[in-house]
């Protein structure tokens, strides 16, 4: 069982920038994924990260304007946001699948532990 805490949310004006931070309990993920879910719409995949090598995917939505890191040491990860627009107002989730997963995962539906969500909400 892993822990997943995330913070950072907020509200903004379009094209300020926030930072969010998810803090695990337990470090036995390989992969480490933020997703989004919108009022009405399904959740759906913003970045992911390879745990162990560091590299990243993104959706297409929010290539060019979000970095997703981590921290070894304090297990955390975080999702640097820049130049939000309304469009991307949504509960945000970081999430890891199972413990034997190798790839990054891109579907929520091969995650297996969830943090209870941040809001992040960007006026016009």
């Known amino acids: 069982q892993v822990g997943l805490l995330e913070s950072g949310g907020g509200l903004v004006q379009a094209g300020a920038s926030l930072r969010l931070s998810c803090l695990a309990n337990r470090r036995t993920f390989r992969s480490l994924g933020w997703f989004r879910q919108a009022p009405g719409k399904e959740r759906e995949f913003v970045a992911a990260?390879?745990?162990?090598?560091?590299?990243?995917h993104y959706s297409d939505s929010v290539k060019g304007r979000f970095t997703i890191s981590r921290d070894n040491g304090a297990i955390s990860s975080y999702l640097q946001m820049n130049s939000l627009e309304p469009e991307d107002t949504a509960v945000y989730y970081c999430?890891?699948?199972?413990?034997?997963?190798?790839?990054?995962?891109?579907?929520?539906?091969?995650?297996?532990?969830w943090g209870q969500g941040t809001q992040v909400t960007v006026s016009s």
């Open positions: 990260i390879n745990w162990l090598i560091g590299t990243t």
């Open positions: 999430a890891v699948p199972p413990p034997a997963t190798t790839i990054v995962p891109l579907s929520p539906a091969e995650y297996a532990y």
